[in-house]
């Protein structure tokens, strides 16, 4: 049964949602997990990908883009994988629905109100069905 994660963006000001993604990829991916990013669309993967490169002096995350050939142990898509794998990370507002078929799932609650009414629902969504969640501040 997969684990659930929620990181709560909270502070003030709160963490700019790109800028930490970028930073938790480079965590999980340093610790030796492979990582599927679940994008609402390719524009959304394409802007991911950029930020990838950008966003720290000297930060590499070895990463690639639907589509593109290659291995990375972060691959960004928005659709479903071809087969389910260690990580998901999940950057939309709705439950991807092969989210089960992976170890550990990561969500966002950020700071917005609109954002933060799609998490909960999320949330709702794994508590009623009985997987085991986190929070994480």
Not at 39 to 62: I, K, M, S, Y
Not at 79 to 104: I, M
Request: aromatic residues 12%; contains cysteine.
């Amino acid at each position: 049964m997969a684990e659930i994660d929620f990181y709560v963006l909270d502070g003030d000001p709160p963490p700019e949602p790109q800028q930490f993604v970028c930073r938790l990829l480079d965590t999980v991916y340093r610790r030796g997990a492979e990582v599927h990013v679940h994008v609402a669309d390719e524009a959304a993967a394409h802007r991911l990908d950029e930020q990838l490169w950008t966003f720290a002096p000297g930060a590499f995350v070895p990463h690639r883009v639907a589509g593109v050939g290659g291995r990375a142990p972060v691959w960004i898509d928005w659709r479903a994988p071809q087969r389910p794998g260690e990580v998901l990370l999940t950057l939309t507002d709705e439950v991807p629905h092969f989210f089960s078929g992976f170890r550990r799932v990561l969500e966002l609650v950020p700071g917005d109100p609109a954002g933060r009414t799609a998490a909960r629902a999320r949330y709702r969504f794994y508590r009623e069905r009985g997987y085991p969640l986190r929070q994480h501040r």
